[in-house]
């Protein structure tokens, strides 16, 4: 009798500032868990965010915004383990970590395309590809050519395209909007909204 055949477990990992987590982010999220048939998604927002310029938001309201935010979808879980990393937090030690924790696993890196554009700059960027399966979601404001990832593919070996539509929604629009007293109702879902305007954050000070 020959063994039926197992299926590694498919992990996909999210990372961000999530400052604030919107409906792009839970679009990427639905479509990758579609798409890559995911078992698990797990949601990390950054510690020390060290390609970000300003300033993030202290990571309990990331991580209470992130856990409202994905609250409807069930295979996903919302990591703290980068917001309590001291000092520097890389994503090649995540997967690292992951993968001792869950051997055998099919790991899938999801990334939105300003960051995939941008991995040749992320710490240790040459060993993540053999650690995870890179997947891309277009976003809006890119300049939507045809074949727009056929030069990211031949960087990234086994980049995978999420086939989502692209959404024209970023933190940096949200969190401008709530300083110039802007509605953001179309953007993040109202337990975020509420959230934001109950601990005051992205207020001009
Ligand atoms: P900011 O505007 O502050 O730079 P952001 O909206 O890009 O923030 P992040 O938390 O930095 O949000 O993004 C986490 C991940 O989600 C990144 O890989 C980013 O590319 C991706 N992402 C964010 N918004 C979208 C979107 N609208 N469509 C596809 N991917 C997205």
Not at 75 to 99: F, K, M, N, P
Request: glycine share 6%; charged share 20%.
């Amino acid at each position: 009798m020959t063994a039926p055949a197992t299926r590694s477990l498919r992990i996909g990992v999210f990372g961000g500032a999530f400052d604030p987590p919107h409906l792009g982010h839970v679009a990427l999220a639905k479509a990758a868990i579609a798409e890559l048939s995911l078992d698990r998604l797990l949601v990390i927002p950054t510690g020390h965010a060290w390609h970000k310029a300003r300033a993030l938001s202290p990571a309990e309201h990331r991580l209470a915004m992130a856990t409202l935010a994905f609250a409807g979808i069930p295979e996903v879980q919302v990591d703290a383990r980068e917001t309590r990393r001291i000092g520097a937090s890389y994503t090649v030690d995540t997967l690292r970590e992951l993968h001792a924790e869950n051997s055998g696993a099919a790991l899938h890196l999801l990334i939105g395309e300003d960051q995939a554009r941008a991995l040749h700059t992320w710490h240790e960027s040459e060993a993540l590809p053999a650690l995870a399966i890179i997947c891309v979601a277009a976003r809006a404001d890119s300049t939507g050519a045809k074949g727009q990832f056929d030069a990211l593919s031949a960087e990234i070996p086994g980049l995978t395209v999420l086939h989502m539509p692209p959404m024209a929604v970023s933190a940096t629009e949200i969190r401008q909007r709530v300083a110039s007293g802007e509605s953001i109702a179309p953007l993040v879902f109202e337990p975020v909204a509420r959230y934001i305007d109950q601990h005051l954050l992205y207020r001009p000070h």
